[in-house]
């Protein structure tokens, strides 16, 4: 199997909004200032919205994953089929 840059990129652009996503919400929850970042500013509970954004950044994923898929597949591949 060849080295390609170009699936470690795809790869990298896929899994980076996780990467972020996971990190800030553990901010939000372990780091004893979230009173600053406005975690517990919100006039009510805000599951929902961090569900939401959970969910976005999955359909998001899912949406790259779908857009890229042959690249993913088949690497070494040129051209769109």
Avoid: C, E
């Avoid at 980076?16 to 372990?30: E, F, H, N, S, V």
């Amino acid at each position: 199997m060849k080295f390609s840059w170009k699936a470690v990129v795809v790869g990298i652009l896929l899994f980076t909004p996780l990467a972020a996503a996971g990190y800030w919400l553990w901010y939000l929850r372990r780091v004893q200032q979230a009173a600053l970042s406005g975690f517990y500013l919100a006039p009510a509970a805000n599951g929902p919205l961090i569900m939401g954004i959970s969910l976005f950044i999955a359909g998001y994923l899912v949406f790259l994953g779908i857009i890229f898929y042959n690249n993913l597949a088949h690497p070494g591949h040129k051209g769109m089929d």
